[in-house]
């Protein structure tokens, strides 16, 4: 059978007619939410701050995707930023918390002229100067998540003083969220992340050192077959100078408005080369592929870790995503792991009085997983499958346990290991967290509970109305109601036709005056008012779906 098509240009100018609503509903929240002002407009009003002022307060709110790490000179946590979302907002913080370990006891510092609001961050605090909390990247997302912004700054926190530092030098790396970051002797290193623009994403496997010394960046060159682009993943510092990658994400376009997701649970080294160095610092990298030995981690992302002793790390709970092109499934798990970073072997940690190994917390159906990269041996597999069916039929844990989540912030300070907050999901309800857990890396023993939290007390909103309209407006002519796709042609604009060759750019550049018509012409049938710079991205996601579609049309053809 052969494919049916729309006489050519007509479905394409249907398609983006119809998309132009979704369109509209974007550019109604981006219309009073241009990021870059909100952001100039935060720090103008930080900049009216001149005090640096401490209260005492309750724990902070729920949030996944900030940072936790603890403070290098006193028994305390420091907490920045992070993000919380309810159903209908998106609520990104810049609030900075210290965490009293001895009195249990929490506090808020404004500080002035710091970072603007972040989520997807990295710090790393440092025993120099009286302590210091390095803060680079992260993303700012508007309520609605339409827009993103991706920050490239890069922050200090001198704890002594408590004044923030913004430090510029350039060579840096791009913008980009998801990245992570690690201290490596006098060396800020940062690999991968994702950089998103809601038009076009794209993901980073390239590695920056910043020196501690002369303040500045300077992009690696390693040697040898690396990792492949990646955001989330775990980079955890060697105690001889070298960083393990450790797993990871990342998209895929396969096809128009499709992509595919992968989970990576590879392993490399990114070692230094000793003969090669100028003033202590390495010049020369290489990277190594690592088969890890032992018990290893089902594929998952949203995993949380952090060194707990000079040769080990500890990873807790995650997601394992089962994703199709209608929909996303998959487990949260609440269990851990050790990682000997000498010998490079996974060992599933246990607690004393606990029975079962692990728990899962299913996000929806139970599905075959979808998109992971794992390289693991057959004997590794079957270990594991070992191991899982013994824990899984035994009785549910007899110790506290944090509950299945991802995205937990996590810090260590001593012998003992932190850990705050996370989100999992029930069905399509989001539950972020704002919990706090501590566990003895000595005894093993249990959990304790330091911060209690109610999931159902949590606010959810569910979407409003109107935008639910707004998403099944294509259905109402099945329905009975008017489907403006079945309205007569009259008044429709002829488009313009695709030149050979020519990208979405070039297209819509040449094209733009016609596209902005349309986008106002169909703006005023819906009696609302834009902007200029909403009414172009309008403009161009019209422009962008047409030009796909005169792609596909010509393909087709070209297979007849």
Not at 73 to 95: A, C, P
Not at 362 to 391: C, H, L, V
Not at 475 to 497: F, I, Q, T
Not at 508 to 527: D, G, Q
Request: with cysteine.
């Amino acid at each position: 059978m052969g494919k049916k098509k729309d006489k050519k240009g007509k479905g394409a100018e249907k398609t983006a007619l119809k998309t132009a609503k979704k369109a509209e509903k974007k550019a109604r929240a981006e219309a009073d939410e241009d990021l870059e002002a909100l952001i100039a407009e935060f720090q103008e009003l930080d900049r009216k701050r001149t005090q640096v002022t401490e209260e005492p307060c309750a724990p902070p709110l729920p949030r996944c995707n900030g940072s936790l790490v603890a403070h290098p000179e006193k028994e305390e946590l420091i907490l920045f930023g992070g993000e919380y979302y309810n159903g209908q907002k998106t609520f990104v913080y810049n609030d900075l918390f210290f965490y009293n370990i001895k009195k249990n006891e929490w506090s808020r510092v404004q500080i002035p002229e710091g970072p603007p609001p972040r989520c997807a961050h990295q710090a790393v605090a440092l025993a120099q100067g009286g302590g210091q909390m390095w803060v680079f990247g992260g993303e700012f997302a508007s309520p609605s998540q339409s827009q993103f912004y991706h920050y490239k700054d890069l922050w200090v926190l001198h704890l002594a003083t408590r004044k923030w530092e913004n430090v510029s030098s350039p060579g840096g790396p791009t913008s980009r969220s998801g990245h992570r970051m690690v201290a490596v002797k006098r060396q800020l290193v940062v690999f991968g992340g994702f950089h998103d623009n809601i038009i076009n994403y794209q993901y980073f496997c390239d590695v920056y050192t910043f020196n501690l010394d002369t303040y500045q960046w300077a992009r690696l060159n390693p040697s040898g077959a690396g990792p492949s682009p990646r955001s989330a993943c775990q980079l955890v510092p060697t105690p001889d100078g070298s960083v393990i990658v450790y797993g990871g994400y990342s998209k895929t376009r396969v096809k128009r408005d499709v992509d595919k997701g992968t989970v990576h649970s590879d392993m490399f080294l990114l070692s230094p080369d000793k003969g090669a160095t100028a003033d202590g610092v390495p010049q020369k990298w290489k990277w190594s592929q690592v088969k890890p030995s032992g018990l290893k981690p089902d594929p998952r992302c949203g995993f949380s870790s952090c060194v707990t002793a000079p040769n080990r790390a500890i990873f807790f709970g995650g997601v394992q995503d089962e994703e199709d092109e209608e929909e996303l499934s998959g487990d949260f798990f609440d269990d851990s792991y050790m990682l000997d970073l000498e010998n490079k072997k996974w060992f599933l940690t246990s607690l004393k009085g606990r029975k079962s190994s692990k728990r899962k917390r299913r996000r929806a159906k139970k599905d075959k997983a979808a998109g992971a990269d794992s390289s693991e041996s057959e004997d590794d597999s079957r270990e594991r499958e070992e191991e899982k069916s013994a824990s899984d039929s035994e009785e549910e844990p007899t110790t506290l346990v944090p509950s299945p989540r991802m995205n937990t912030l996590m810090a260590v300070k001593g012998k003992m290991l932190y850990l705050y907050g996370g989100v999992y999901e029930e069905g399509d309800r989001q539950v972020t967290l704002n919990d706090l857990y501590a566990l003895d890396l000595h005894k093993m023993e249990e959990w304790k509970s330091l911060v209690t939290t109610n999931p159902g007390d949590q606010e959810w909103l569910e979407e409003s109305s109107s935008e639910e309209e707004g998403e099944d407006e294509s259905h109402l002519g099945a329905a009975g109601g008017k489907d403006r796709d079945s309205d007569s042609d009259e008044g429709e604009l002829d488009h313009p036709s695709v030149t050979a060759g020519e990208t979405v750019a070039d297209f819509f550049s040449r094209t733009k005056e016609h596209w902005m018509e349309l986008a106002r012409r169909n703006a005023e049938e819906e009696a609302e008012a834009f902007s200029e710079k909403a009414l172009k991205k309008i403009a161009f996601q019209m422009a962008k779906l047409f030009h796909e579609e005169q792609a596909e049309t010509t393909k087709d053809d070209s297979q007849e």
